[in-house]
C-alpha cells in the first residue's frame, strides 16, 4: 500500500506524542512514590486558650513530629479554637465530621464530649482530660471500647494539699472556685474536699458559669478563707489575674493544680507538665495512625511527668517563709 509522506509524518508525530505522554504518566508516578507515604488530615480542637492548653497542642504536634509526622510533608493540621463558647464547639465539631478527617484532638473535657457525641467513627484521642469515665467519654480508662482514648491530667491532690499545708501551717479554711459545667474541675474539688477534710481543714466552694463570674465569686469567699486550691478548671485558668488581683490583696496563697496557673500569679503547685502530656498524646495519635492500634484498646494514659513549682515572688508578696528543701528540689520563679 502506498503511503505519503504526509500521512508518515503524522503517524510519526503521534507515535512521538503518545511515548511523551507515556514517559510523563511514568515520571509522575515515580514522583508520586518517592514522596513518601499518605498525606494525614488531623483536627484540633482546644476549649479555650490559656497557657496550659496551649502547650498540650504544642506538644501533640511535637509528639507526632517525633515519630515522623511533620506538618507540610506528611500530614495537615486544622487547628480550632472555640473560645470556651458551645456553640464554636458544635460548628467546629460538624466541620471536623464534614472534613472526614483522619483523626481528632480534642484539647479539654467539653471539647472531647462535644466531638465524641458528633462522630463514632472517627478516631479522638483526648489530652487535657481529668476523668474520661466521669465524663462518659470511654466505657472505662482501662478499655475504652469505642473511638476515644488520650491521656489524662488528674492531679496529685493529695499532695497538693499537703503542700498547701507545709506552705500555709496556719491554714483552717480553704477556698475553691471552679466552673460548675466543668466534669473534670467537679472531681478533683471533690477528691480534694474529702482529703483536706481528713486532715481537719474545713473547705468552702464557690462555682461559676462564665469567666464574667470568676471576680465576684473570689470576692464571696476571699475574707471567710485562709488560702486557695485552685484545681485545673479551664475558665479559671484563663482568668487567673482577675483572681489573683482579689487574693493578693487580702494577702491569701493561692495553692493551683498545675505549673502555668503558678506563672500566672499563684504560689505553688506539685503538678502536670502539660507540654509532656501533650507529647505523650501525640505519640498515642501516631500509633493510631500508623494503624498499630486503635482507640478502643488504648488504656488512658496517666502524665508520666511531675515538677514542684513554686513562685517566690507571689511568696514574697505575700509574706510568706519558704521551706529549704522545696525551694532545693522546685523550679523556682522569681
Known sequence: ?????????????????????????????????SSGAKSHKVGIVQLVEHNALDAANKGFVDGLKERGFEEGKNIEFDRQN????????????????????????????????????????????????TDYEGAKLVASNKEPGRNVTGTSDMNPINEQVDLLIKLCPNAKTIGTIYCSSEVNSEVQVKKMTEYAESKGLTVKIAT??????LQQAAQSLVNDVDAFYEPTDNIVASAMPTLIAITDAAKKPVICAEENMVKAGGLATYGIDYYKLGV??????????????????????????????????????????LPDDLLKKADVIE
Do not use: W
Open 82 to 129: 472555640a473560645q470556651a463558647d458551645q456553640s464554636n464547639l458544635q460548628n467546629i465539631a460538624q466541620r471536623f465530621v464534614s472534613a472526614k478527617l483522619d483523626l481528632i484532638c480534642a484539647i479539654a473535657t467539653p471539647a472531647a464530649q462535644t466531638i465524641a457525641n458528633a462522630t463514632k467513627d472517627i478516631p479522638i484521642v483526648g489530652t487535657a482530660i
Open 1 to 33: 500500500m502506498h503511503v505519503s509522506k504526509k500521512f508518515r509524518a503524522l503517524i510519526l508525530g503521534a507515535a512521538t506524542l503518545l511515548t511523551a505522554g507515556l514517559l510523563a504518566g511514568c515520571g509522575a508516578d515515580q514522583s508520586a512514590g
Open 280 to 321: 505523650q498524646t501525640g505519640h498515642m495519635a501516631a500509633d493510631i495512625l500508623e494503624g498499630k492500634n486503635k482507640p478502643a484498646s488504648m488504656s488512658i494514659e496517666l502524665a508520666k511527668d511531675l515538677k514542684l513549682t513554686i513562685n517566690k515572688k507571689n511568696a514574697d508578696l505575700l509574706g510568706i517563709t
Open 208 to 213: 461559676i458559669s462564665t469567666v464574667n463570674d
